[in-house]
């Protein structure tokens, strides 16, 4: 007993070991490649911390072993039959040999089988990372070890239905049934590529096919009611959310498919979702915990509130409900009409026969006596990557953001939504009403094919909590969700913000698609280990946790059956096919032990009287989590020593990455600098061959230009030529009458001749005395009675060509002196122009003699008087000799005297007079001309 304990109890510490470790892998995945860079930033550290994280990896693994062995001998030891009963699941799927998925027919008929999948229990035990969260609970309270120890794992295909939509009005005025959808039964559906369809295009370029097979777990046909697709789809996991088991529900398809008709319905017709809040209150009925002091908490653990908090929660909840009394009309915001599930009644009008599942549930339970339920809604939605809650009062400027919430995981690798609304409601009513606030809310807007298409995931959830006196026993969660329309941006004629919208809505719906493919794939494969990409997107990380194995998920695909959305609907039934492929397993009683209780590392409760333990909540978070530096980590619940850490850590990483952030950005500008050089120096190069071109081009112009005046000019001269041409034109007419006045004129000279040679020589007289005169020194006439007329005719052609010579002489003559007359004309004309130039010359002349003539004149009067003057001086020097005492010199003359007074260094009064004299007349300084 005293080994098999202490075996127990290395068994535990390796358990949660391991179990740290692998609720941790994914975690570790995504923070893998943030330390990744990190690592590569430390640079010299890289390969020491490689190193040690391989050490750790082989140290996990090797407990991971160790782990396995034990628990097999303690399995084998406590519980034969049930390692048995698994060993015999395991064997019988491993036995399951699938063959191909998709199977080529030679009409062109692509069959997608659905059970084409290679799965084996023990492939999904190894990839599976939270296989062992139950066993590390096990260790929390005894029952549950019991429990552990009966752990069955169910392996199920992802039921994948489908729903076909009848056509609307509209939809068959315009010609949309072409007959694209071919129900052939329950399970398999036929798809025929409409005329125009990108599908029918590309078949008959040879590419792909132009019909395609799928099978779906049930197929629900056009005249399908709700109640009968509720029957046929969730009702059997709303059955098993009662026992405590997760589910959810997606509803996939493009937009306008029906997928809100299918989730939430209409007021005369509900969708899954009443339905299922109608059979959940039908099983609780009577056993309502009313206290609301008992709350969900983070992903899947619950917390006792205090009655301030209780009257916390209860005022929320008054306020949500009051946004909807606010409205008068409400708006019809989503797909489903706003009036939708407002029932006066506690329970739904649609109710109809639901009791044989609620006394199934009541029978299969068996606690009816003990127990009671906590129902806690939320609804929220997913736009553009980032949550919303949808039971959040509306803002009341269009101008202000709403808060988007974080998505946080919990130490088991629980996603949840931080902050999230979460509202205890006690009927169906305020459940819908719930719906209803939420549906006001919920991001929708017009596209070309749906008035009111949702442009969002909005996801309504629910956590029921089975309470056992104060303490919560389970919780179980049923989430459905409403994907946005997976339509195409082209299809839809989306801009902008809406462009945006279908860009992360369609990036959202590739990561789901991606992780179950992934999923898929690690399933068939067991040597494959693909990393499975659910974190990142909201909707993927969000439901991660039941795509691993904690609940049953199921889709319900909605399509129509309009032959314009041909492409998008097959692109929707191939997503399907690859869905319906992935095998979940989820243990069976797996849920029971699932104790929502806070517990760390080392088994104690966080929770303590309805407060948080420091200490667990200390042990609770890993090193790696306080090491995360992710965003949507909840860092608010660390200690304030463990904050400080953080920042530490963070500091030093901040640091490490601003150095490595400088030195980049030091090689980028160096980059960008030569980048830019080079492309400026290729710009001048190009702009350098530019000129070159624009040159020859202007050349090339310039020439084309010349050339065009030149063919102008050429134009205008035969222009003018033809003008002249039309001046000297004669009529045809005019120049015939002349031609024949000619004929006549000659005639009758003809006659006249004729007549001349008959009459008498006396008709010489004729002749005048000047033409005589002229012509007789040619041709001097015989004037005699004796000659003939024939002869005179002779005389008279005679003189006439004589005559002709001596008018061509003249002419000759006539030109010779025309010339003579234009040289003539030009002498004169130039001897005009000598004579105009000597006429002006002589005028300058004779104005230059009249100048000087002036100029004579004038010196001739300057003359005189300087001879009068010289005649004064003259008389004043004899006056003044004959005064004068000293005898008088010989006489030399005037001039000689003047210049001998002047030159004399003797003062003489003369010169003295002489000057002063001169000074005295200033008529003397006249100049001399
Ligand atoms: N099974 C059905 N029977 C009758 N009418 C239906 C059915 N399914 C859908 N409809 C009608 O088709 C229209 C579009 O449906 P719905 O709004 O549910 O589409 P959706 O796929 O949710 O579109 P979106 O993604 O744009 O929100 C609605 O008027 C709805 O009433």
Same mark, same amino acid.
């Given at each position: 007993?005293?080994?098999?304990?202490?075996?127990?109890?290395?068994?535990?510490?390796?358990?949660?070991?391991?179990?740290?470790?692998?609720?941790?892998?994914?975690?570790?995945?995504?923070?893998?490649?943030?330390?990744?860079?990190?690592?590569?930033?430390?640079?010299?550290?890289?390969?020491?911390?490689?190193?040690?994280?391989?050490?750790?990896?082989?140290?996990?693994?090797?407990?991971?072993?160790?782990?396995?062995?034990?628990?097999?001998?303690?399995?084998?030891? /406590?519980?034969?039959?049930?390692?048995?009963?698994?060993?015999?699941?395991?064997?019988?799927?491993?036995?399951? !040999?699938?063959?191909?998925?998709?199977?080529?027919?030679?009409?062109?008929?692509?069959?997608?089988?659905?059970?084409?999948?290679?799965?084996?229990?023990?492939?999904?035990?190894?990839?599976?990372?939270?296989?062992?969260?139950?066993?590390?609970?096990?260790?929390?309270?005894?029952?549950?070890?019991?429990?552990?120890?009966?752990?069955?794992?169910?392996?199920?295909?992802?039921?994948?239905?489908?729903?076909?939509?009848?056509?609307? @009005?509209?939809?068959?005025?315009?010609?949309?049934?072409?007959?694209?959808? +071919?129900?052939?039964?329950?399970?398999?559906?036929?798809?025929?590529?409409?005329?125009?369809?990108?599908?029918?295009?590309?078949?008959?370029?040879?590419?792909?096919?132009?019909?395609?097979?799928?099978?779906?777990?049930?197929?629900?046909?056009?005249?399908?009611?709700?109640?009968?697709?509720?029957?046929?789809?969730?009702?059997?996991?709303?059955?098993?959310?009662?026992?405590?088991?997760?589910?959810?529900?997606?509803?996939?398809?493009?937009?306008?498919?029906?997928?809100?008709?299918?989730?939430?319905?209409?007021?005369?017709?509900?969708?899954?979702?009443?339905?299922?809040?109608?059979?959940?209150?039908?099983?609780?009925?009577?056993?309502?915990?009313?206290?609301?002091?008992?709350?969900?908490?983070?992903?899947?653990?619950?917390?006792?509130?205090?009655?301030?908090?209780?009257?916390?929660?209860?005022? /929320?909840?008054?306020?949500?409900?009051?946004?909807?009394?606010?409205?008068?009309?409400?708006?019809?915001?989503?797909?489903?009409?706003?009036?939708?599930?407002?029932?006066?009644?506690?329970?739904?009008?649609?109710?109809?026969?639901?009791?044989?599942?609620?006394?199934?549930?009541?029978?299969?339970?068996?606690?009816?006596?003990?127990?009671?339920?906590?129902?806690?809604?939320?609804?929220?939605?997913?736009?553009?990557?980032?949550?919303?809650?949808?039971?959040?009062?509306?803002?009341?400027?269009?101008?202000?953001?709403?808060?988007?919430?974080?998505?946080?995981?919990?130490?088991?690798?629980?996603?949840?939504?931080?902050?999230? @609304?979460?509202?205890?409601?006690?009927?169906?009513?305020?459940?819908? @009403?719930?719906?209803?606030?939420?549906?006001?809310?919920?991001?929708?807007?017009? /596209?070309?094919?749906?008035?009111?298409?949702?442009?969002?995931?909005?996801?309504?959830?629910?956590?029921?909590?089975?309470?056992?006196?104060?303490?919560?026993?389970?919780?179980?969660?049923?989430?459905?969700?409403?994907?946005?329309?997976?339509?195409?941006?082209?299809?839809?004629?989306?801009?902008?913000?809406?462009?945006?919208?279908?860009?992360?809505?369609?990036?959202?719906?590739?990561?789901?698609?991606?992780?179950?493919?992934?999923?898929?794939?690690?399933?068939?494969?067991?040597?494959?280990?693909?990393?499975?990409?659910?974190? !990142?997107?909201?909707?993927?990380?969000?439901?991660?946790?039941?795509?691993?194995?904690?609940?049953?998920?199921?889709?319900?695909?909605?399509?129509?059956?309009?032959?314009?959305?041909?492409?998008?609907?097959?692109?929707?039934?191939?997503?399907?096919?690859?869905?319906?492929? +992935?095998?979940?397993?989820?243990?069976?009683?797996?849920?029971?032990?699932?104790?929502?209780?806070?517990?760390?590392?080392?088994?104690?409760?966080?929770?303590?009287?309805?407060?948080?333990?420091?200490?667990?909540?200390?042990?609770?978070?890993?090193?790696?989590?306080?090491?995360?530096?992710?965003?949507?980590?909840?860092?608010?619940?660390?200690?304030?020593?463990?904050?400080?850490?953080?920042?530490?850590?963070?500091?030093?990483?901040?640091?490490?990455?601003?150095?490595?952030?400088?030195?980049?950005?030091?090689?980028?500008?160096?980059?960008?600098?030569?980048?830019?050089?080079?492309?400026?120096?290729?710009?001048?190069?190009?702009?350098?061959?530019?000129?070159?071109?624009?040159?020859?081009?202007?050349?090339?112009?310039?020439?084309?230009?010349?050339?065009?005046?030149?063919?102008?000019?050429?134009?205008?001269?035969?222009?003018?030529?033809?003008?002249?041409?039309?001046?000297?034109? +004669?009529?045809?007419?005019?120049?015939?009458?002349?031609?024949?006045?000619?004929?006549?004129?000659?005639?009758?000279?003809?006659?006249?001749?004729?007549?001349?040679?008959?009459?008498?020589?006396?008709?010489?007289?004729?002749?005048?005395?000047?033409?005589?005169?002229?012509?007789?020194?040619?041709?001097?006439?015989?004037?005699?009675?004796?000659?003939?007329?024939?002869?005179?005719?002779?005389?008279?052609?005679?003189?006439?060509?004589?005559?002709?010579?001596?008018?061509?002489?003249?002419?000759?003559?006539?030109?010779?002196?025309?010339?003579?007359?234009?040289?003539?004309?030009?002498?004169?004309?130039?001897?005009?122009?000598?004579?105009?130039?000597?006429?002006?010359?002589?005028?300058?002349?004779?104005?230059?003699?009249?100048?000087?003539?002036?100029?004579?004149?004038?010196?001739?009067?300057?003359?005189?008087?300087?001879?009068?003057?010289?005649?004064?001086?003259?008389?004043?020097?004899?006056?003044?000799?004959?005064?004068?005492?000293?005898?008088?010199?010989?006489?030399?003359?005037?001039?000689?005297?003047?210049?001998?007074?002047?030159?004399?260094?003797?003062?003489?009064?003369?010169?003295?007079?002489?000057?002063?004299?001169?000074?005295?007349?200033?008529?003397?300084?006249?100049?001399?001309?």
């Amino acid at each position: 007993m005293t080994v098999t304990h202490a075996l127990r109890i290395l068994v535990t510490q390796k358990r949660s070991k391991v179990w740290l470790y692998f609720t941790r892998k994914d975690a570790n995945a995504v923070i893998c490649n943030s330390c990744k860079s990190l690592i590569s930033a430390m640079g010299g550290t890289t390969s020491n911390m490689q190193k040690h994280l391989a050490t750790q990896h082989a140290i996990r693994l090797q407990d991971c072993r160790v782990f396995d062995s034990l628990l097999l001998s303690d399995t084998t030891t /406590t519980s034969e039959s049930s390692s048995s009963g698994a060993n015999e699941t395991a064997s019988a799927i491993n036995a399951k !040999e699938m063959t191909t998925i998709i199977d080529l027919t030679q009409d062109g008929t692509v069959f997608v089988h659905a059970d084409a999948m290679e799965s084996t229990c023990n492939d999904l035990h190894s990839c599976n990372p939270h296989r062992d969260v139950f066993s590390e609970l096990s260790s929390i309270t005894s029952t549950q070890s019991e429990v552990l120890d009966t752990v069955e794992q169910q392996p199920q295909q992802l039921r994948v239905y489908l729903r076909v939509r009848p056509f609307s @009005k509209d939809e068959l005025s315009f010609n949309e049934d072409q007959g694209c959808v +071919v129900i052939e039964n329950s399970q398999s559906v036929m798809l025929n590529a409409p005329k125009g369809s990108a599908t029918m295009k590309s078949s008959e370029k040879g590419i792909g096919q132009a019909i395609h097979k799928f099978s779906f777990s049930q197929i629900f046909g056009p005249e399908t009611k709700q109640t009968d697709l509720f029957e046929g789809t969730i009702k059997s996991q709303v059955c098993d959310y009662l026992e405590g088991k997760n589910a959810l529900v997606f509803s996939y398809g493009v937009t306008n498919a029906g997928k809100t008709h299918t989730i939430q319905g209409s007021h005369k017709d509900p969708g899954i979702l009443p339905r299922a809040l109608d059979v959940i209150f039908r099983h609780i009925n009577g056993r309502q915990y009313e206290n609301m002091d008992l709350k969900p908490y983070l992903g899947c653990d619950a917390q006792y509130l205090g009655p301030d908090q209780v009257k916390q929660e209860r005022c /929320t909840k008054a306020t949500v409900f009051a946004l909807l009394k606010e409205e008068n009309e409400p708006p019809q915001v989503s797909g489903v009409s706003s009036d939708v599930f407002r029932t006066s009644t506690g329970s739904l009008s649609f109710s109809v026969s639901y009791d044989n599942t609620v006394e199934f549930v009541n029978a299969s339970s068996g606690e009816r006596d003990r127990s009671q339920f906590a129902l806690w809604v939320a609804f929220y939605e997913i736009y553009n990557e980032s949550v919303y809650d949808l039971l959040q009062a509306p803002l009341s400027s269009k101008t202000k953001r709403r808060t988007a919430l974080r998505v946080c995981e919990d130490s088991m690798g629980n996603s949840y939504v931080r902050d999230l @609304k979460w509202i205890n409601v006690h009927n169906s009513e305020e459940a819908c @009403k719930i719906l209803r606030v939420g549906n006001k809310n919920r991001s929708a807007a017009s /596209t070309k094919m749906n008035q009111s298409s949702s442009r969002s995931h909005s996801i309504f959830t629910m956590k029921l909590l089975r309470i056992d006196g104060t303490d919560v026993q389970r919780i179980s969660e049923l989430s459905l969700c409403d994907l946005a329309g997976s339509e195409r941006c082209g299809k839809t004629k989306t801009f902008g913000e809406r462009l945006k919208e279908a860009g992360n809505i369609n990036n959202s719906l590739l990561i789901l698609g991606k992780c179950i493919a992934a999923l898929r794939n690690n399933q068939s494969d067991r040597m494959k280990n693909c990393y499975i990409p659910f974190r !990142e997107s909201k909707l993927t990380r969000l439901f991660q946790s039941i795509f691993c194995g904690k609940g049953r998920a199921s889709m319900i695909v909605n399509i129509n059956q309009c032959a314009s959305t041909y492409d998008e609907t097959l692109h929707v039934m191939k997503f399907s096919a690859v869905a319906k492929q +992935v095998v979940q397993v989820i243990p069976t009683k797996l849920q029971e032990s699932f104790a929502p209780q806070l517990v760390g590392r080392d088994g104690k409760p966080l929770l303590r009287n309805g407060v948080i333990d420091d200490q667990a909540l200390q042990n609770y978070l890993s090193e790696e989590e306080l090491l995360d530096d992710e965003d949507d980590n909840d860092m608010s619940i660390l200690p304030q020593e463990d904050l400080l850490n953080v920042i530490d850590n963070l500091r030093t990483k901040l640091l490490a990455e601003r150095r490595k952030n400088l030195v980049q950005e030091i090689e980028i500008r160096k980059e960008m600098g030569d980048a830019m050089l080079q492309q400026l120096m290729e710009s001048e190069e190009q702009r350098n061959r530019q000129v070159a071109k624009l040159k020859d081009s202007y050349q090339e112009k310039l020439e084309n230009t010349f050339d065009l005046y030149k063919d102008a000019l050429k134009d205008h001269a035969y222009q003018r030529a033809l003008e002249r041409v039309e001046d000297d034109y +004669v009529p045809l007419d005019e120049f015939i009458a002349e031609q024949e006045k000619v004929e006549a004129l000659e005639q009758k000279l003809s006659e006249i001749n004729q007549q001349r040679s008959t009459s008498t020589v006396g008709s010489f007289t004729v002749l005048t005395k000047d033409n005589c005169s002229q012509t007789e020194h040619i041709l001097p006439l015989p004037v005699h009675n004796g000659v003939t007329d024939a002869e005179r005719c002779i005389v008279l052609l005679e003189e006439k060509s004589a005559l002709k010579k001596l008018c061509e002489q003249k002419e000759k003559l006539i030109v010779l002196l025309e010339k003579k007359v234009a040289i003539l004309n030009d002498t004169l004309r130039e001897a005009g122009e000598s004579y105009h130039e000597k006429t002006a010359q002589e005028e300058t002349l004779k104005k230059k003699l009249a100048d000087q003539t002036q100029a004579i004149e004038r010196m001739v009067t300057d003359c005189t008087e300087k001879d009068k003057e010289l005649a004064l001086l003259k008389e004043e020097f004899s006056k003044l000799s004959q005064k004068s005492p000293i005898r008088a010199k010989p006489k030399r003359g005037f001039m000689a005297n003047i210049r001998e007074s002047v030159t004399s260094p003797r003062t003489s009064t003369i010169g003295r007079t002489l000057r002063k004299s001169v000074r005295t007349e200033p008529l003397l300084k006249k100049p001399f001309h």
